[in-house]
């Protein structure tokens, strides 16, 4: 079984510049979230779709993140402009459904991006 | 005051020994409770979850909830240096939101 797909894996960018991350979850998979991670912490979600439905999103800074899912199956998430403390490692995950006694999720390698 | 709160670390055990793994969290409406681990530069993966009071064990690993306490941990036993990462206590509220921990830094010493 394929797992999520994440690209790219890393990316340098100046500070005010614009990116993209893109995510493929597991087949199937209803759930997908992005989560963003800085050094030393654990990871904070930004935002989770239920298939091409947002479930939450308080946590995304929306004057300069986005995220779509479109048609419920993958998923990009943009950063228009970048500051430095954008710096962090961006993860998507994905779960079969998103019930209370459901917490496994299936995180893919990550997007390393660098704001300098 | 964080929702999910965990020692940073480094915690460093001897192989074989065991490693105790705390977790705290603020929510008393929280259901569900699971541990992540870690590798350097890796992504989370699931190792244990755990949804009633008590203790449940897996292999070398038990999880154990105490939900008037807002308490959760986890036991390696005989630690082995490949279990060194980092251990994400997480946290379902009932808004179905999964909240981290920043994680706990394990290190078994060979």
């Known amino acids: 079984e394929a797992g999520v797909a994440q690209s790219p894996r890393y990316k340098i960018i100046e500070k005010r510049q614009s990116v993209a991350f893109w995510c493929n979850p597991i087949?199937?998979?209803?759930?997908l979230y992005w989560y963003q991670q800085i050094l030393g912490q654990g990871p904070k979600l930004l935002i989770q779709?239920?298939?091409?439905?947002?479930?939450?999103d308080s946590q995304l800074p929306k004057d300069r993140f986005s995220a779509e899912r479109l048609k419920g199956v993958d998923s990009t998430l943009k950063i228009q402009p970048a500051k430095l403390e954008d710096s962090a490692v961006y993860l998507c995950?994905?779960?079969?459904?998103?019930?209370?006694?459901?917490?496994?999720?299936?995180f893919g390698e990550g997007s390393r991006l660098t704001v300098l | 005051q964080k929702e999910v709160e965990q020692n940073s670390g480094p915690l460093s055990v001897p192989e074989g020994a065991i490693a105790s793994l705390n977790c705290t969290y603020s929510?008393?409406?929280?259901?569900?409770f699971f541990w992540y681990r870690q590798y350097s530069g890796k992504s989370p993966e699931l190792i244990m979850s755990?949804?009633?009071?008590g203790d449940k064990e897996d292999g070398r690993f038990t999880a154990q909830l105490n939900k008037a306490s807002q308490y959760v941990s986890l036991l390696i036993r005989d630690s082995q240096p490949s279990d060194s990462a980092t251990y994400l206590c997480?946290?379902?509220?009932?808004?179905?939101?999964?909240?981290f921990g920043s994680g706990t830094r394990l290190l078994v010493r060979p």
């Open positions: 087949s199937g998979h209803a759930t």
């Open positions: 995950a994905s779960s079969l459904v998103a019930g209370l006694n459901t917490g496994e999720l299936f």
């Open positions: 997480a946290v379902k509220r009932s808004s179905y939101k999964l909240i």
């Open positions: 755990i949804y009633s009071n």
């Open positions: 779709f239920q298939n091409n439905g947002v479930v939450d």
């Open positions: 929510d008393r409406g929280s259901q569900s």
